[in-house]
């Protein structure tokens, strides 16, 4: 979801689709077609004309791109379905890839092999597989936890970690419609401040930290079903049946009120290894 025409990853449509209350399609249809459209990757395309989301002033993807025109051996982490970095222009002379899920991991594979990156399949909590200082650039866009030990194990002195994270209580106001009011704990989990804290004890320097709060819309509830069903871990064990009841009192009320309105939250990380 996107309004931003140079994220690969995301649709290009306007900002603000139009939105008449009343004039969505039957509820059920609208779930049907959620719950038939494929997952796998980071393609958000789907999404366009039914939902949006403003992105980060920063524009990461172009500012990647940059860095790995530059760089002699790089590592992105749980690539998804290798779009963002397939999006790059020029790749250093070695690029590898990480993704834990396997079907991103085959999605990221055909994508990324004829570009010369070698994609690894590795679980997202184990250690990186690869030897110490093997990279002077490490990438990641949207990690689910950034392990920062691990980063700096594997960054060459001088080397540089380049990403953008979730931040906390991200879409919050969907994952608290489905599972009601969340913990002071769960809401700041992902807190920049808390990252930048184990960035350093691992032995990073800060070299730039932002952060955005970006506002999002939901135009349908098919909508809202797929993005539950692509982001897992919003509302986990997510499925239509369990949840219809609710899901057709949020149809409804989207119905009589137009979008529903959420709010993501990013920060980007450059990290330098001394």
Do not use: C
């Not at 085959?106 to 010369?116: C, S």
């Not at 690869?130 to 920062?148: I, Q, Y």
Request: net charge negative; no cysteine; proline share 9%.
């Amino acid at each position: 979801m996107s309004t931003d025409p140079t994220d690969p990853t995301d649709p290009t449509g306007p900002a603000s689709p139009t939105h008449t209350p009343g004039t969505s399609r039957p509820f059920d249809d609208l779930l049907e077609e959620a719950v038939a459209a494929p997952t796998a990757g980071w393609d958000f395309s789907w999404f366009d004309g039914r939902a949006t989301e403003a992105r980060p002033s920063w524009r990461y993807a172009e500012s990647m791109a940059r860095r790995l025109a530059h760089a002699q051996a790089s590592l992105d982490i749980q690539t998804g379905g290798g779009e963002v970095l397939a999006s790059a222009a020029a790749l250093p002379p070695l690029a590898v890839a990480t993704e834990g899920w396997p079907a991103n991991v085959a999605k990221a594979t055909a994508l990324l092999h004829p570009r010369g990156v070698v994609v690894v399949a590795s679980p997202e909590d184990a250690p990186l597989p690869f030897a110490g200082e093997a990279f002077d650039l490490v990438t990641s866009r949207h990690p689910v936890k950034a392990h920062f030990d691990e980063i700096a194990r594997v960054l060459r002195p001088g080397g540089t970690y380049f990403a953008q994270h979730v931040g906390p209580a991200s879409v919050f106001e969907v994952v608290e419609y489905f599972l009601g009011p969340q913990s002071a704990e769960t809401r700041n989990s992902r807190h920049p401040d808390l990252e930048r804290a184990e960035a350093e004890a691992a032995g990073l320097e800060v070299v730039d930290l932002r952060a955005e709060r970006l506002r999002m819309e939901f135009f349908d509830v098919g909508a809202v079903v797929h993005f539950l069903r692509k982001v897992i871990w919003m509302v986990p064990g997510f499925d239509v049946e369990t949840y219809r009841p609710r899901l057709r009192e949020l149809h409804e009320r989207i119905e009589a009120e137009g979008p529903f309105v959420a709010h993501s939250t990013r920060h980007l990380f450059e990290l330098r290894k001394p």
